[in-house]
């Protein structure tokens, strides 16, 4: 049986790569906005899931965004001092929900726009 090992590294070295250039791309147009690619990626996931759910929690962003909890924790702080989401509190507090703002929403909006026509 043929050894595919070396076509195989290069399968998984194209996907990497592909994933480098996607991601640059991506944060040039983040650097306009002040915003890092986690964030985006919390915000993104932030919109996607409001247009299925009404709570959303951080848990949610975690499990839809593949982020550690930690990082997700410090960026929704971040997020929320730049005033682009919104935490609603209720009595537990491990289950705050999560909303976009007005201005995050239309922040989401463009760069999702922008991303699609660099695609193209």
Do not use: P
Not at 27 to 40: A, C, D, Q, S
Not at 75 to 82: A, G, H, M, Q, R
Request: aromatic content about 4%; proline content about 0%.
């Amino acid at each position: 049986m043929a050894d595919t090992s070396l076509n195989e590294n290069r399968l998984s070295i194209l996907v990497w790569q592909t994933s480098n250039l996607w991601q640059s791309k991506i944060r040039l147009l983040l650097k306009n906005v002040n915003i890092t690619f986690n964030e985006y990626l919390i915000l993104e996931t932030l919109y996607k899931l409001q247009q299925n759910l009404e709570h959303i929690t951080q848990q949610d962003i975690c499990k839809n965004s593949s982020i550690d909890r930690s990082v997700v924790s410090l960026k929704i702080t971040n997020l929320e001092k730049k005033k682009l989401i919104n935490r609603s509190h209720s009595k537990d507090k491990r289950s705050y929900g999560l909303s976009l703002t007005i201005n995050g929403n239309l922040l989401v909006e463009s760069l999702i726009n922008n991303i699609e026509n660099q695609e193209n």
